[in-house]
């Protein structure tokens, strides 16, 4: 069960902010939401499949991911 209390800790980044992101083959596996945000107002956390091009979406909010090498 989340944690209901991270509504009230400070520092964490609103969820689903941004709808585009850049990752490092180090970050692998990567999921959404990303690490770091709240996650009492978000979707659930789900892990993210990238394509042969690097390319990657979330199902639930839509985010695009792009691999960086």
């Not at 964490?12 to 902010?17: E, F, G, M, V």
């Not at 892990?47 to 690097?54: E, H, L, Q, T």
Request: glycine share 8%; with cysteine; proline share 12%.
């Amino acid at each position: 069960m989340p944690n209901p209390q991270t509504a009230n800790q400070v520092g964490l980044q609103q969820p689903n902010a941004k709808n585009r992101y850049e990752v490092q083959r180090d970050d692998m596996p990567v999921h959404c939401p990303m690490p770091g945000s709240s996650l009492w107002n978000s979707h659930p956390q789900v892990f993210i499949a990238f394509d042969a091009n690097g390319r990657g979406k979330c199902p639930y909010c839509g985010a695009d991911y792009q691999l960086k090498d």
